[in-house]
């Protein structure tokens, strides 16, 4: 395992996700974060909603993950946002080492 970690998560506009991604890497919580425009079909309320959003994708550290989650629902207008962290088993050293460089 290299300890690096992607955690990702959603949010309802561009605004709010340039706005989370920009402060989750000021804080040093990721190295970076993609920002990918996507359409969800879920149940909420009983509903079954079609709704535009933004995935969040932070390449960060397994040592920042809880960090870093707590971070993501402080500032997250959801009631119950989507975080997921999958860990990394391996890939580009340099890039990997580039992550831990700059979460740490």
């Known amino acids: ?3 690096v970690c992607v955690v990702t998560t959603t ?3 561009a605004e709010a996700a340039e706005s989370l991604a920009k402060g989750v890497v000021e804080a040093r919580l990721g ?3 993609q920002i990918v425009p996507i359409r ?3 149940r909420w309320d009983g ?3 079609v709704d535009a959003e933004w ?3 932070v390449k960060t550290t397994a040592i920042r993950v809880d960090d870093l989650v707590a971070h993501i629902k402080a500032n997250h207008t959801y009631d119950v946002p989507e975080v997921v962290v999958t ?3 391996g ?3 340099d890039y990997l080492a580039w992550v831990s460089e700059e979460t740490s």
Do not use: F, I, K, L
């Open 31 to 33: 190295a970076c974060v």
């Open 40 to 42: 969800s079909v879920y």
């Open 87 to 89: 860990p990394v088993a």
């Open 55 to 57: 995935q969040c994708v």
């Open 1 to 3: 395992m290299s300890g």
């Open 91 to 93: 890939g580009n050293d």
């Open 47 to 49: 509903e079954v909603r």
């Open 11 to 13: 949010v309802d506009s």
